[in-house]
């Protein structure tokens, strides 16, 4: 019995090593092959092959950017990390509030792609913290591998900022 379970389960992880997927607020999304895990000190995103994370310099926050295919998104983690601006909630802008990971987030991006930003909000994943993530100015395809993205944050257990 024991060697059916471990070939069942050396069969299931060989079909899904390649291929992520994440539960988001529409049931659970699998996730483009080759679509890579980038951690960060505090939390992980899932992005397209190719993507780098580049830790940058912060003053009173954890701060960093994810690069890849065209797009530049920043992020700011820590007790001061931004809002969304009211001005990224107007009319102009699709707001929704979803659940990523086990956080409730705010997502906006533009209704018309190219012009303004693209962005994720957590106000409080613990320690008191938020992280606030953006792009500006996306193409449509840009703008969706985004919002994909957002949705593929997982945040490490609480840990003690340094």
């Not at 190719?50 to 920043?74: A, N």
């Not at 018309?112 to 953006?134: C, E, M, Q, S, W």
């Amino acid at each position: 019995m024991s060697k059916i379970l471990s070939t069942a389960l050396a069969l299931f992880a060989f079909c899904t090593w390649n291929s992520a997927v994440v539960a988001g607020q529409d049931g659970v999304t699998k996730l483009p092959n080759g679509w890579q895990k980038l951690d960060t000190k505090y939390f992980s995103i899932y992005a397209p092959p190719g993507w780098k994370f580049h830790k940058l310099t912060g003053i009173d926050s954890y701060v960093g950017e994810f690069v890849g295919d065209g797009i530049r998104l920043t992020f700011d983690y820590g007790q001061y990390s931004n809002s969304l601006s009211a001005d990224a909630k107007g009319p102009a802008y699709a707001v929704v509030e979803e659940q990523v990971g086990s956080h409730l987030a705010q997502i906006v991006n533009p209704k018309v792609p190219g012009h303004g930003v693209t962005a994720i909000y957590f106000r409080d994943v613990g320690d008191t913290n938020g992280l606030y993530i953006d792009g500006r100015d996306f193409s449509a395809s840009q703008q969706q591998t985004a919002l994909m993205m957002f949705r593929t944050i997982r945040f490490r257990a609480a840990l003690t900022r340094r």
